[in-house]
């Protein structure tokens, strides 16, 4: 009976202790160069041996070393994706679908957080790039003067998301918030409503779609737009709690009142959830007293009673054009068109 080699274990004082390449090979009974061979192009070693360092490397535990082995071809097979918070829902479409979408061609997903201070995205941007990951997708356009000057010295392929710009920093897949502000306050304007406020996150992004929700009732002739802004993310918490600021005169006038907003924009459902069930508890009727409509169209906002009017982002749209934007560009393929507006629709419920 014969026993299977050991695991090699012995280290010089100067290694890291970490498995290598050549312990792999070692243990598979290859060289390193054949063993390497299994691992990044299989086709070419024989079923035999690819089962063998396969073997060596479950029982070791290695992970091929992407940085060093990508310095001679350029390649990481590594996109890295940064956004404001993983805590909310509205971006999850986008990353399942850059995750799935990357994965079919042979590329792994990085994802990090830089809320929404932007000497975080600088500190993380920086960190990426030292990595030369194949690719970067962004949320938003608006990077400091630092960031921007190290993605394009950095040679490296950028998708920005979930916003629009003729002048991306290379190649853009998104939407426009001006346009979804100015279409909400139509729309409740044409159902009526004369006495618009909003309740939004002190995001940009947010505050782009306020800010045009506010200019569009301007133009059609209604009186200012009534804003209170909560920190971001925002919470269905902080929803609740800002009733009371759109309505200061509830509890002595009720929803009556002359100057009693009508109908509220919030800048996520979250928050139209929370202004939602605050209204119900106040004893206000939504939407007879109060219209509310949110953003990001969300399974909460359809599940509600009453159902929430949102505005639908194809998020998962985003991520797949973003993923094919880079796929191409590491491929050595040129594209096209660089910028993709994937629009949004206004999706009409009971709360409008």
């Given at each position: 009976?014969?026993?299977?080699?050991?695991?090699?274990?012995?280290?010089?004082?100067?290694?890291?202790?970490?498995?290598?390449?050549?312990?792999?090979?070692?243990?598979?009974?290859?060289?390193?160069?054949?063993a390497?061979?299994?691992?990044?192009?299989?086709?070419?070693?024989?079923?035999?041996?690819?089962k063998?360092?396969?073997?060596?490397?479950?029982?070791?535990?290695?992970?091929?070393?992407?940085?060093?082995?990508?310095?001679?071809?350029?390649?990481?097979?590594?996109?890295?994706?940064?956004?404001?918070?993983?805590?909310?829902?509205?971006?999850?479409?986008?990353?399942?679908?850059?995750?799935?979408?990357?994965?079919?061609?042979?590329?792994?997903?990085?994802?990090?957080?830089?809320?929404?201070?932007g000497?975080?995205?600088?500190?993380?941007?920086?960190?990426?790039?030292?990595?030369?990951?194949?690719?970067?997708?962004?949320?938003?356009?608006?990077?400091s003067?630092?960031?921007?000057?190290?993605?394009l010295?950095?040679?490296?392929?950028?998708?920005?998301?979930?916003?629009?710009?003729?002048?991306?920093?290379d190649?853009?897949?998104?939407?426009?918030?001006?346009?979804?502000?100015?279409?909400v306050?139509?729309?409740?304007?044409?159902?009526?409503?004369?006495?618009?406020?909003?309740l939004?996150?002190?995001?940009?992004?947010?505050?782009?779609?306020?800010?045009?929700?506010?200019?569009?009732?301007?133009?059609?002739?209604?009186?200012?737009?009534?804003?209170?802004?909560?920190?971001?993310?925002?919470?269905?918490q902080?929803?609740?709690?800002?009733?009371?600021?759109?309505?200061?005169?509830?509890?002595?006038?009720?929803?009556?009142?002359?100057?009693?907003?009508?109908?509220?924009?919030?800048?996520?459902?979250?928050?139209?959830?929370?202004?939602?069930?605050?209204?119900?508890?106040?004893?206000?009727?939504?939407?007879?007293?109060?219209?509310?409509?949110?953003?990001?169209?969300?399974?909460?906002?359809?599940?509600?009673?009453?159902?929430?009017?949102?505005?639908?982002?194809?998020?998962?749209?985003?991520?797949?054009?973003?993923?094919?934007?880079?796929?191409?560009?590491?491929?050595?393929?040129?594209?096209?068109?660089?910028?993709?507006?994937?629009?949004?629709?206004?999706?009409?419920?009971?709360?409008?």
């Open positions: 009976m014969t026993s299977e080699p050991p695991v090699p274990a012995k280290r010089s004082r100067r290694s890291s202790g970490a498995v290598t390449l050549h312990d792999v090979a070692r243990l598979a009974g290859v060289a390193p160069i054949t390497s061979r299994a691992l990044n192009t299989p086709a070419q070693v024989s079923p035999e041996v690819l063998k360092v396969q073997e060596a490397v479950a029982r070791t535990g290695y992970v091929p070393n992407r940085l060093a082995g990508g310095l001679a071809s350029t390649r990481s097979r590594l996109v890295a994706l940064v956004v404001p918070t993983v805590s909310g829902p509205v971006f999850l479409d986008t990353i399942q679908a850059l995750t799935e979408t990357l994965d079919a061609a042979g590329y792994q997903l990085m994802v990090g957080q830089a809320g929404y201070e000497r975080r995205e600088d500190a993380l941007l920086e960190a990426i790039i030292g990595r030369r990951p194949d690719g970067i997708v962004l949320t938003g356009i608006l990077h003067d630092a960031s921007r000057r190290r993605l010295a950095s040679g490296i392929p950028v998708v920005e998301t979930w916003d629009l710009t003729p002048t991306p920093l190649m853009l897949v998104g939407f426009s918030h001006q346009a979804v502000g100015e279409a306050a139509r729309y409740l304007h044409g159902r009526g409503r004369r006495r618009l406020a909003t939004s996150g002190d995001d940009p992004r947010a505050q782009q779609r306020a800010a045009a929700f506010a200019r569009a009732a301007q133009a059609l002739g209604l009186p200012p737009v009534r804003a209170h802004v909560v920190p971001a993310p925002t919470t269905l902080a929803g609740r709690g800002a009733l009371a600021a759109l309505m200061p005169g509830l509890a002595g006038q009720g929803a009556g009142a002359a100057d009693a907003v009508d109908a509220v924009f919030c800048s996520s459902d979250l928050l139209a959830l929370g202004l939602l069930t605050e209204a119900r508890v106040q004893g206000l009727d939504v939407p007879a007293d109060l219209a509310v409509v949110g953003f990001g169209n969300l399974e909460m906002a359809a599940q509600a009673a009453p159902a929430i009017s949102s505005v639908n982002i194809n998020g998962a749209g985003i991520g797949e054009q973003a993923a094919r934007f880079l796929i191409a560009r590491a491929e050595g393929q040129a594209v096209a068109e660089r910028v993709v507006d994937i629009g949004f629709e206004l999706i009409e419920r009971q709360s409008s």
